[in-house]
């Protein structure tokens, strides 16, 4: 059972998400004890290795160096008294720490170095959870293109009927912005995810030409990158983070939009997948609401939020600002469980998802023929130019749209175009499959065909 849950303004704030792994194991009160604590501790043995403190405050320091061993009652009554989010710890640590040792915790650093570094490196734990899922989504994506290579279905533009193409090229685009984000996390681990260790003012005063030492010490024992200088006040390594993690909401939102607009009754193409027991409504049994589309969509633009929060942070005052830095354990965890949720549901989306052809063939033919106009003008380019050709087809499109007519028909009565296209011809163009372009080159360039 976790401990330290009646701590307030500890650990990092998740809200109620349906995604629980970085919520539950890395922001947690009790986790967040506990990386302060191996942070305390490893700058111990760093201290000791170049003299600094004696060998064997560190040995006790790293025997004690366990949150089980603290006392929560004293923990919480020194959380009160001080009102200070690291010294209840520094308190609590160093009296279970014998022979005076526990005098040695904390040496020579300040707050913000300790709470800096502890956030990176549960910051750096809630990424590797989000990558690992985020590839795993990317998988999955990339599996149902190449599945959906060949599935012709209509291509819309400002959410109206424009020409076909593949639900495999859908797809693909998915996949494409999948593998951005996954670069942007990657390639930004290295600049993201440094540690603190620079003293009150950042000038690591208190230890002079020791500090450097230990500052490169503990950032290798930890398997953070060393800051070049203190970064109090400067905070865009997290304002960066914030907005890859909203990037990729974004993205995750933008799947489940087209899944939850797909599952409309007069759409009927996609639809999150159903079970026997599985309830849309209690009201009305028919019906299979998207839930699991609108809560990623939600959480989508939740995140938003954060990047607000998280550029404003980068406005703090000289050397440092509790104002700003006070924000931050609130945004941070909130991005982070935002964007763990958003792929467990997306996920669970696309692990189950429901296509239905029967509605992607019904709806080729919805406007009759009308979305086959660029190819039809395209074909009598040739034979009136490309601005008549455009005349003559409009004229023709608008007709068969007022009068509720046939498009096919009226190009089989207009004199311009029976004269030019045959009826054997005009089903040719009109044949869905023969005008999706590249969209399979496309989709085997980006997901592959295996």
């Not at 681990?189 to 230990?214: N, P, Y």
Request: charged share 25%; aromatic share 6%.
């Amino acid at each position: 059972m976790a401990r330290f849950t009646g701590v307030k303004g500890i650990g990092l704030s998740c809200g109620d998400f349906k995604g629980r792994d970085v919520a539950g194991c890395i922001f947690g009160n009790e986790n967040t004890i506990r990386t302060q604590m191996l942070v305390e501790a490893a700058l111990a043995r760093v201290q000791a290795r170049l003299g600094i403190i004696p060998q064997e405050a560190c040995d006790e320091i790293n025997r004690k160096c366990d949150v089980d061993l603290l006392d929560e009652e004293e923990y919480i009554r020194q959380y009160e008294i001080t009102n200070h989010p690291l010294v209840c710890l520094i308190r609590t640590y160093a009296a279970i720490c014998e022979d005076g040792a526990g005098e040695y915790i904390h040496y020579g650093t300040t707050t913000q170095d300790i709470i800096d570094t502890a956030n990176m490196l549960q910051l750096k734990q809630a990424c590797e959870l989000i990558e690992a899922k985020t590839r795993k989504l990317r998988d999955r994506t990339g599996q149902l293109a190449r599945q959906y290579r060949d599935t012709v279905m209509m291509g819309r533009t400002n959410d109206q009927q424009a020409m076909p193409i593949t639900l495999g090229f859908k797809m693909a685009t998915w996949a494409d912005e999948l593998d951005r984000s996954i670069q942007r996390l990657t390639q930004s681990r290295d600049r993201i995810f440094v540690g603190s260790f620079f003293g009150a003012a950042g000038t690591l005063a208190s230890l002079e030409e020791k500090g450097l030492e230990i500052q490169q010490g503990l950032m290798k024992e930890l398997g953070l990158g060393d800051s070049r200088i203190m970064w109090f006040t400067s905070r865009d390594r997290l304002a960066e983070l914030t907005c890859n993690l909203s990037i990729l909401c974004g993205t995750l939102g933008r799947i489940a939009n087209e899944v939850y607009n797909g599952q409309r009754s007069e759409v009927n193409e996609l639809s999150e997948g159903f079970r026997p027991g599985k309830v849309g409504s209690s009201t009305m049994p028919h019906k299979r609401n998207p839930f699991i589309p609108g809560e990623v969509i939600s959480y989508a633009r939740l995140s938003r939020s954060t990047v607000v929060d998280a550029l404003g942070c980068m406005e703090g005052t000289n050397e440092r600002d509790v104002r700003t830095i006070g924000m931050e354990k609130e945004f941070l965890a909130r991005s982070c469980c935002l964007t763990d949720a958003a792929l467990d549901r997306c996920n669970l989306l696309l692990e189950d998802l429901e296509v239905h052809e029967t509605g992607i063939r019904r709806n080729l033919d919805l406007l009759g023929g009308l979305v086959y106009a660029e190819a039809l003008m395209m074909r009598l380019s040739g034979d009136y130019g490309r601005l008549e050709s455009h005349e003559i087809i409009y004229e023709l499109a608008q007709k068969a749209i007022s009068g509720n007519r046939s498009f096919r028909e009226l190009l089989l009565e207009d004199p311009r175009t029976a004269s030019r296209l045959s009826a054997e011809e005009l089903d040719r163009i009109m044949d869905p499959a023969h005008y999706t372009g590249l969209a399979t080159y496309f989709v085997d360039a980006i997901v592959g065909k295996e």
